[in-house]
């Protein structure tokens, strides 16, 4: 989905939202630890580049990501040298070990075109928990929350660039299309490029089955790093 460019200037857009990885990474530990004490392992599944990865590695013995674009990988693990990046697509891994947490970030599940793949990807997570281990995932819009035609605007001002963010975003059916167009300008001049995010809408209470299903408890945390909630769960002990 990203090259290098492109997640370059996408973190520095959020950046000047105020997003703060480093922050919400904090506030996901300690959401698993009041639940599983001594946690002491955990996979960020869709790790991105990297960058609420470098937290986890502080507050986890063993901290590791799954990612399947190549470009960001390599981000990754140039940002965090010695961590194990792995290469893998979240519906069907296989790492050949369990976690005592999972994690999956910042809508990255809202990639995923259907409802199976949503469930295929929380059961992947799921198995690769230790009995009692955590599975936080934070989901994309709710179909009930999704506004039709919505427009954001974002102006990024670096030392050396100015970064400006417009995005469109529609929808059909479940699928939602962001048209995404950047303004890059910087002592080489200015570059314009556009991408296209196709995310999909789940129910609250599908993304609760596929938790159920795969064998873990779940609750719903309404706020949320994002403002789109959090769903929490434990894998059953038995």
């Known amino acids: 989905?990203?090259?290098?460019?492109?997640?370059?200037?996408?973190?520095?857009?959020?950046?000047?939202?105020?997003?703060?990885?480093?922050?919400?990474?904090?506030?996901?530990?300690?959401?698993?630890?009041?639940?599983?004490?001594?946690?002491?392992?955990?996979?960020?599944?869709?790790?991105?580049?990297?960058?609420?990865?470098?937290?986890?590695?502080?507050?986890?013995?063993?901290?590791?990501?799954?990612?399947?674009?190549?470009?960001?990988?390599?981000?990754?693990?140039?940002?965090?040298?010695?961590?194990?990046?792995?290469?893998?697509?979240m519906r069907d891994f296989s790492l050949g070990r369990t976690y005592t947490a999972v994690s999956c970030m910042f809508c990255a599940i809202g990639y995923l075109e259907t409802l199976d793949d949503m469930r295929s990807a929380v059961r992947s997570m799921a198995e690769h928990l230790e009995p009692g281990g955590v599975l936080v995932v934070e989901p994309w819009w709710f179909p009930e929350n999704f506004i039709e035609g919505y427009v954001a605007g974002d102006l990024a001002r670096e030392e050396h660039r100015t970064i400006a963010r417009i995005s469109h975003t529609t929808r059909k059916g479940r699928a939602t299309r962001m048209e995404v167009r950047f303004t890059v300008g910087d002592a080489a001049g200015i570059q314009q490029f556009t991408e296209i995010d196709v995310l999909h809408l789940f129910t609250k209470e599908e993304y609760v089955s596929a938790f159920t299903d795969a064998g873990c408890s779940v609750e719903f945390l309404a706020d949320g790093p994002t403002g789109r909630g959090l769903f929490v769960g434990v894998r059953e002990k038995n």
Do not use: N
């Open 1 to 89: 989905m990203y090259g290098r460019e492109l997640a370059d200037v996408y973190e520095a857009v959020y950046r000047s939202r105020g997003k703060d990885w480093g922050e919400e990474a904090a506030d996901v530990s300690r959401l698993i630890a009041e639940r599983r004490p001594g946690a002491d392992s955990l996979l960020d599944v869709a790790c991105g580049t990297g960058a609420h990865l470098s937290v986890f590695g502080e507050r986890f013995e063993v901290a590791e990501g799954l990612e399947i674009a190549e470009p960001m990988r390599r981000l990754a693990e140039q940002r965090l040298p010695g961590t194990t990046v792995h290469a893998g697509d």
